[in-house]
């Protein structure tokens, strides 16, 4: 039995915090700020979207982006940044993912991704039912998921990829409004949609509350919010053997690096290059009242990046890209175009008026994989780089760790999602 300390209250973290804890480890989870799910996992698109990711880097999107970039109500925004220790990192990670803007490239990680997320499927399962997270609880659902595709050559490209008898089904727009009626109140008639059933749908923070008031409840937990780290303790052989906040020294057996975007400048304090981005993301939370005509299913805009998520009695949207550093202050042109767009494809869906509006960074890495296990210093490992799937991954991503953690080997193949392959 090691102690272990976690560094990151977000999903990412806490999922590990548990897996380590089901392992036999003590584990002490150690939080920045004062309250559990603060950044990225605070108000995210809410989608368990197992069987939906594909990267962002693929052929042909360079040139989509250059159109986005023109569109003042596209889903990219890139700002140059002026700050040296930013702006060296913007370029650099952009020059990766334009290196990973192959065809190839996308679909080898492609394969990878569908493993990790069919394997965190069956560990969400089992955290939930050995953790006793109730659906109502985490506002969990399975109403499947319906990607709706506007340009008809797009849709007809990917509808002929589609397998019969497999998980995904082609629909024209009829059968999208037959399946999803809220699509038919929409403004503009849609090419078509692919829906994949069994893919899910929860409250991000409210999970991350509820699986904390369960790791309080272990004994060999401990949490400590509101504490900042600021580097780590190395023995003689420079192995790392805890890590230094604020207060004080906190020794350590081993020390998992699950703080999102912070784990770069942290892990760069010893030498340790993490290549992540933030990549800021928007989104509404808006309430839903009698009279209103939410989607039940779990939507994707494929064109313009928009997720839509009922949520309990909020309908959740989520969105955008926008390269700017990590500034995460809320852009008043941005929210007025979502809210433009969600207007218009889901007009009667929920009280916009009254929606709270919210940006995060997801600390993504230019293949769109995750970076899970050795770090290469003895000690300390890795389970960063999530970018837009943190709550999606997460699950199967701490077992891997908690595994290898405990000597065990990784459940899944890290081809791809090492650091080395980063």
């Given at each position: 039995?090691?102690?272990?300390?976690?560094?990151?209250?977000?999903?990412?973290?806490?999922?590990?915090?548990?897996?380590?804890?089901?392992?036999?480890?003590?584990?002490?989870?150690?939080?920045?700020?004062?309250?559990?799910?603060?950044?990225?996992?605070?108000?995210?698109?809410?989608?368990?979207?197992?069987?939906?990711?594909?990267?962002?880097?693929?052929?042909?999107?360079?040139?989509?982006?250059?159109?986005?970039?023109?569109?003042?109500?596209?889903?990219?925004?890139?700002?140059?940044?002026?700050?040296?220790?930013?702006?060296?990192?913007?370029?650099?990670?952009?020059?990766?993912?334009?290196?990973?803007?192959?065809?190839?490239?996308?679909?080898?990680?492609?394969?990878?991704?569908?493993?990790?997320?069919?394997?965190?499927?069956?560990?969400?399962?089992?955290?939930?039912?050995?953790?006793?997270?109730?659906?109502?609880?985490?506002?969990?659902?399975?109403?499947?998921?319906?990607?709706?595709?506007?340009?008809?050559?797009?849709?007809?490209?990917?509808?002929?990829?589609?397998?019969?008898?497999?998980?995904?089904?082609?629909?024209?727009?009829?059968?999208?409004?037959?399946?999803?009626?809220?699509?038919?109140?929409?403004?503009?008639?849609?090419?078509?949609?692919?829906?994949?059933?069994?893919?899910?749908?929860?409250?991000?923070?409210?999970?991350?509350?509820?699986?904390?008031?369960?790791?309080?409840?272990?004994?060999?937990?401990?949490?400590?919010?509101?504490?900042?780290?600021?580097?780590?303790?190395?023995?003689?052989?420079?192995?790392?053997?805890?890590?230094?906040?604020?207060?004080?020294?906190?020794?350590?057996?081993?020390?998992?690096?699950?703080?999102?975007?912070?784990?770069?400048?942290?892990?760069?304090?010893?030498?340790?290059?993490?290549?992540?981005?933030?990549?800021?993301?928007?989104?509404?939370?808006?309430?839903?009242?009698?009279?209103?005509?939410?989607?039940?299913?779990?939507?994707?805009?494929?064109?313009?990046?928009?997720?839509?998520?009922?949520?309990?009695?909020?309908?959740?949207?989520?969105?955008?890209?926008?390269?700017?550093?990590?500034?995460?202050?809320?852009?008043?042109?941005?929210?007025?175009?979502?809210?433009?767009s969600v207007r218009a494809t889901f007009p009667t869906a929920a009280d916009y008026d009254r929606a709270t509006p919210w940006a995060g960074l997801r600390p993504a890495t230019p293949s769109g994989a995750p970076i899970v296990g050795e770090s290469g210093v003895p000690g300390l490992w890795l389970n960063v780089g999530h970018g837009a799937l943190g709550f999606t991954f997460s699950f199967a991503t701490a077992n891997i760790v908690a595994e290898q953690l405990s000597g065990q080997t990784s459940p899944l193949p890290l081809d791809g999602?090492?650091?080395?392959?980063?």
């Amino acid at each position: 039995m090691k102690h272990c300390v976690v560094i990151g209250g977000g999903v990412v973290g806490l999922t590990t915090a548990w897996a380590l804890l089901e392992r036999g480890h003590r584990v002490t989870l150690v939080e920045r700020d004062a309250a559990v799910a603060a950044g990225a996992s605070h108000a995210n698109g809410g989608q368990l979207s197992y069987r939906y990711v594909s990267p962002l880097a693929d052929a042909g999107v360079p040139l989509k982006a250059l159109r986005w970039l023109l569109d003042p109500d596209g889903p990219l925004r890139f700002k140059p940044l002026a700050t040296p220790g930013w702006r060296l990192a913007q370029w650099h990670w952009l020059l990766d993912f334009l290196r990973a803007c192959r065809g190839p490239v996308n679909r080898r990680m492609t394969e990878r991704l569908l493993a990790l997320g069919a394997y965190s499927q069956t560990s969400f399962a089992q955290l939930q039912a050995a953790a006793g997270l109730s659906a109502e609880r985490i506002a969990l659902r399975a109403p499947g998921k319906l990607v709706v595709y506007r340009k008809p050559e797009e849709f007809a490209r990917v509808a002929a990829r589609v397998q019969a008898g497999g998980p995904e089904r082609a629909l024209s727009f009829a059968e999208c409004v037959a399946l999803e009626p809220a699509l038919g109140d929409g403004e503009t008639a849609l090419a078509g949609g692919i829906f994949t059933e069994g893919e899910a749908v929860a409250d991000c923070h409210a999970f991350c509350a509820a699986l904390y008031e369960r790791l309080q409840q272990h004994g060999g937990f401990r949490g400590r919010l509101a504490a900042t780290v600021r580097g780590f303790v190395r023995d003689a052989g420079g192995a790392v053997r805890g890590v230094q906040l604020t207060e004080g020294e906190l020794a350590a057996d081993a020390v998992v690096l699950a703080a999102g975007l912070q784990s770069r400048a942290l892990a760069s304090g010893i030498g340790v290059h993490l290549p992540l981005y933030p990549l800021k993301g928007y989104s509404l939370t808006a309430p839903i009242s009698a009279g209103h005509r939410p989607p039940e299913v779990s939507v994707t805009d494929f064109e313009r990046k928009i997720l839509y998520a009922r949520i309990g009695h909020e309908l959740r949207v989520a969105a955008m890209v926008d390269l700017v550093g990590d500034d995460t202050r809320l852009d008043p042109l941005r929210l007025a175009s979502l809210q433009r767009s969600v207007r218009a494809t889901f007009p009667t869906a929920a009280d916009y008026d009254r929606a709270t509006p919210w940006a995060g960074l997801r600390p993504a890495t230019p293949s769109g994989a995750p970076i899970v296990g050795e770090s290469g210093v003895p000690g300390l490992w890795l389970n960063v780089g999530h970018g837009a799937l943190g709550f999606t991954f997460s699950f199967a991503t701490a077992n891997i760790v908690a595994e290898q953690l405990s000597g065990q080997t990784s459940p899944l193949p890290l081809d791809g999602l090492s650091l080395a392959a980063a």
